[in-house]
């Protein structure tokens, strides 16, 4: 196996560039029309988690058939059903959907950031604990704007996260890939 520590791992690298820039290019034109559209790509979102909980649930349902004790197969079916019909409801309603997951967003910024803003000033004695609770609070401001526009701005809250995660991944992979031509 080659490691990118390696020489030969760099060189590697250095090699396949240009597949780096053109993959953070396609990233940064999805990431475009992701922002084109904010509602749509909340839709897509949505669908996303959507089959990844379906995917989840329908194999939490075959794993409960491969278990031999009642108890454990009567887990697993609940669990995988549960799943299953969670990820069929996004499809069926990606509306409402789309406003669980925000408030589910919102109230996981919020803690976040009230957790951060805690672990910044138990860091006090140490240099560079400011950091940490100014990240906390911005964070914590970020869940009580998006808890603040809840319901309404359940339209586009999630799509608008998926522009911006585009466009960064692009950046960021137009820059390893120039960076890493050497």
């Known amino acids: 196996?080659?490691?990118a520590f390696d020489p030969a791992g760099r060189e590697a690298l250095a090699g396949k560039w240009g597949w780096f820039v053109a993959l953070g290019?396609?990233?940064i034109m999805c990431g475009g029309i992701a922002f084109?559209?904010?509602l749509m790509a909340t839709v897509a979102?949505?669908?996303y988690v959507g089959l990844?909980?379906?995917i989840g649930g329908l194999l939490n349902l075959a794993h409960a058939f491969q278990v031999k004790s009642w108890g454990s197969v009567f887990y697993w079916v609940l669990s995988g059903s549960f799943y299953a019909a969670a990820g069929l409801f996004a499809f069926i309603n990606p509306v409402l959907a789309s406003s669980v997951l925000t408030f589910l967003l919102a109230v996981a910024?919020?803690?976040a950031g009230c957790f951060r803003i805690w672990v910044g000033f138990r860091?006090?004695?140490l240099g560079g604990w400011g950091w940490m609770v100014i990240g906390g609070l911005v964070t914590l401001l970020a869940g009580l704007v998006i808890a603040a526009g809840w319901?309404?701005?359940s339209l586009w809250i999630l799509g608008l996260f998926l522009a911006v995660d585009l466009v960064m991944q692009g950046l960021a992979s137009i820059a390893f890939g120039v960076l890493a031509r050497g």
């Open 52 to 54: 990844i909980m379906l």
């Open 36 to 38: 084109g559209n904010l």
């Open 1 to 3: 196996m080659v490691h």
């Open 45 to 47: 979102s949505v669908y």
């Open 25 to 27: 290019v396609l990233l």
């Open 151 to 153: 319901p309404v701005d």
């Open 123 to 125: 860091l006090r004695p």
């Open 109 to 111: 910024l919020i803690a």
